[in-house]
């Protein structure tokens, strides 16, 4: 956790570091990179900790950069954010996983949840909904198939966001919070917010089989999630430890490096026939 000076007042060696980033990836290389493809998704899957199968994947973006090589989202997502790129970044992911999963479909795989994550642009920009309306019908993707990440930070506005969460719903998708402990929690709007699932930041699953305090965190939030009827998800599982604590804890989904990293579409295929059948 930041002390909150460091972040209104950032030391010279975090303002110099912010000052190289924004120096060599302006927005002006991303609308480039955007028009000349350069965007790629990798997709991580998801297990059943009861079945062992995969239950899914997530989207996640990199950058095939033609000099720099495969650059991480946290590089350049912000300044997406910041710019408003992140509207059509973002609808171009939106397409393509949607895309990609129903071609998998096809291809005869099982059919699997497609997890997308949002920015706060994207749900609160005007129109999103006839948008994901819009690509399901594009892709002839089933709904029931695709799931957007959130976080708690977009709830802070809530009454702008449940309104167009709710709308979502009703078009089929699900709808996950992710990171979550990590943002502005408010049990309140959990109660209200139209989720399916929770999914555990992973800083609180790194040291959940060695800390007393993360273990009672990471035991505590996938019980509430049961009370309130929802699916509980735990990110970053690593170690053999980590996938022991949530099985003896009855977590649903587990998602992490000791299972795969994120992978390209032609590297994910291979691993596919694990899909648990529905
Ligand atoms: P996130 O949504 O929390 O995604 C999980 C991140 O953890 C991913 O990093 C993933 O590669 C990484 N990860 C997965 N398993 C493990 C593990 O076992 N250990 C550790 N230490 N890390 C693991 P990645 O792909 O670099 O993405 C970083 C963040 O960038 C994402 O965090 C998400 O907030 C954002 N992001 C990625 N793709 C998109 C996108 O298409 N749209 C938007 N808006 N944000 C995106
Ligand atoms: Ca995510
Ligand atoms: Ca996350
Ligand atoms: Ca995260």
Redesign the pocket.
Known sequence: VKDQSEVNNPSPQVKKDALIKKEWITAFELQYALDKKQFTLFY?PKLSLTTGKIVGV????RWKHPKRGLI???EF?PITEESGL?IPI?EW?LREACRQNKAWQEEGHPPMLMS????VRQLHQPGFVPIVQQILNETELDPSYLEL?ITESMLMDHEKSIPVLRDLKNLGVQISL??FGTGYSSLHYLKNIPIDRLKID?SFVRNCSIDTNDATIVKTIIAMAHQLNLEVIA????IKEHLLFLQRHVCDEA????FS??LPPEELICILKDVEQV
């Open positions: 991580q997530e989207a996640l973006i991480s989202p946290g997502i992140i973002g992911t997308v994550n949002l920015s990440e992710d990171d992973q990110e970053g599982v690593e998602q992490g490096y000791l990293k994120p």
